[in-house]
């Protein structure tokens, strides 16, 4: 059974700091990582997709993906009370690259503190 | 606007009924999906096409059916014999490949 681990949280981080959130996949063929960002009662939206190791940025946003430790991270800065959500970590199936559907992690609620 | 329509927002099934929920995209794309989501949970495969007139079950297909007769639709009927079925169903569509999924609304099911 393939998964993807988060930590629950509630992660709570002050406003204006660097949120740090985690996710480790046990499927090593995964070519494709994604994280989506949900607010209470809405649905998934996309926030980053990163396909290669290292740092991949847009805004205030960090995607950092390890293959060889089987690791994605997402880094928030200057984080704002509107950050608020659970941000859900997803990975492709297989090396399909995700046209056979993505695996979710179970989320992690983060909370920004004004 | 492009994107991805779910129908309806909130559906109610009682005891041996089947419901069809409705997905319909105009982005074009080829591929699309449906998602069920559990309070606290991720979410969970259930089936996805990848092209029209071809489907492929996910982790937890049973229960459920699907058709792809048309690009822009993906219809998901909950039959009588998944027995829990009250979830948020989400359905994604995407360009396939590595490309990412992108979601509609979602459908709230409920159990009468």
């Known amino acids: 059974q393939k998964e993807v681990e988060q930590n629950s949280g509630p992660l709570s981080v002050p406003e204006g700091a660097i949120a740090s959130l985690n996710c480790t996949y046990s499927d090593r063929g995964s070519q494709s990582f994604f994280w989506y960002r949900q607010y209470s009662g809405k649905s998934p939206e996309l926030i980053m997709s990163i396909y290669s190791n290292g740092d991949k940025e847009d805004g205030r946003f960090t995607a950092q993906l390890n293959k060889a430790s089987q690791y994605v991270s997402l880094l928030i800065r200057d984080s704002q009370p509107s950050d608020s959500a659970t941000y859900l970590c997803a990975v492709s199936r297989g090396d399909g690259g995700g046209a056979d559907g993505l695996t979710f992690g179970k989320g992690t609620h983060l909370i920004i503190q004004p | 606007d492009g994107g991805i329509t779910q129908s309806p927002k909130y559906l109610f099934r009682k005891e041996g009924q089947n419901v069809t929920l409705s997905c319909e995209q105009n982005l074009n794309h080829d591929a699309m999906y449906w998602y069920r989501q559990d309070p606290g949970q991720g979410l969970r495969l259930i089936y996805y096409?990848?092209?029209?007139?071809?489907?492929q079950k996910g982790d937890i297909a049973e229960g459920y059916s699907v058709s792809r007769e048309k690009k822009e639709s993906f219809p998901l009927t909950v039959t009588s014999a998944q027995k829990n079925p009250t979830a948020f169903y989400l359905c994604a569509s995407g360009q396939g490949g590595n490309q990412p999924q992108h979601f509609g609304d979602g459908t709230r099911l409920s159990i009468l």
């Open positions: 096409s990848q092209i029209v007139n071809d489907f």
